[in-house]
């Protein structure tokens, strides 16, 4: 009985999206849609990476409170918010470094 419901469970999750899903045609191509593309995986990229850096700065910030005064404990929590702000940092230059390249080639391609 189990491993029926199982079966269901497994056809329905795999077999509802190929009938459900709607059709796709290809556009035409164009250097507006080919920057607004990379500016998507760029944002969505990006917003990744913050939120693994805010991990990581909760994670530092817990490991920091929970130290007790052991010296290798605070010692590795102040690494670990050191690093997430530095991987921060670099994440949002580029986000910003990103967005000016595509604004610059938008401008040159007359996009």
Same mark, same amino acid.
């Given at each position: 009985?189990?491993?029926?419901? $199982?079966?269901?469970?497994?056809?329905?999750?795999?077999?509802?999206? /190929?009938? /459900?899903?709607? +059709?796709?045609?290809?556009?035409?191509?164009?250097?507006? @849609?080919?920057?607004?593309?990379?500016? @998507?995986?760029? !944002?969505? /990229?990006?917003? #990744?990476?913050?939120?693994?850096?805010?991990?990581?700065?909760?994670?530092?910030?817990?490991? $920091?409170?929970?130290?007790? =005064? @052991? +010296?290798?404990? #605070?010692?590795?929590?102040?690494?670990? #918010? !050191?690093?997430?702000?530095? =991987? #921060?940092?670099?994440?949002?230059?580029?986000?910003? /470094?990103?967005?000016?390249?595509?604004?610059?080639?938008?401008?040159?391609?007359?996009?």
């Amino acid at each position: 009985m189990k491993k029926t419901y $199982y079966f269901i469970a497994a056809f329905v999750a795999i077999g509802l999206p /190929l009938f /459900l899903a709607e +059709p796709a045609f290809a556009q035409t191509a164009g250097v507006s @849609n080919v920057e607004s593309f990379i500016r @998507n995986v760029i !944002t969505v /990229l990006a917003g #990744l990476a913050g939120l693994v850096a805010t991990g990581f700065f909760v994670v530092g910030g817990f490991t $920091y409170i929970t130290s007790s =005064g @052991n +010296p290798e404990q #605070l010692d590795k929590a102040k690494r670990t #918010l !050191t690093w997430s702000a530095i =991987g #921060l940092a670099i994440v949002i230059a580029a986000f910003v /470094l990103a967005q000016i390249v595509t604004t610059i080639a938008k401008q040159a391609f007359g996009g």
